[in-house]
């Protein structure tokens, strides 16, 4: 199945927050493919201002033409690949 940028988004969103629920990180970088960053841009602009506001941490999102338009991965501040610990299904 291939989520849709919109799910994508809740799906990364519940990512960061369980990041920061541990409470082990400040930054956080989030690689999706280019379509979901321009759905984040476009739709949504404030979602990573607002979600790093709210969560105390500093989050990015960097698009990457290499990933699935269905996945994503976060990465911490030495870009080390989160997503096990974080992303869930």
């Known amino acids: 199945r ?34 979901v960053a321009l759905y984040v841009m476009e739709a949504e602009p404030a979602f990573l201002k607002n979600l790093g506001k709210t969560l105390g941490l500093q989050v990015a999102l960097r698009d990457d033409p290499l990933m699935r338009q269905d996945d994503f991965r976060v990465l911490g501040p030495a870009q080390q690949d989160l997503t096990a610990r974080y992303a869930l299904g």
């Open 2 to 35: 291939i989520f849709t940028p919109e799910t994508l988004v809740r799906r990364i969103e519940r990512a960061v927050r369980r990041a920061s629920a541990e409470g082990k990180e400040k930054v956080l970088t989030v690689r999706a493919h280019p379509e």
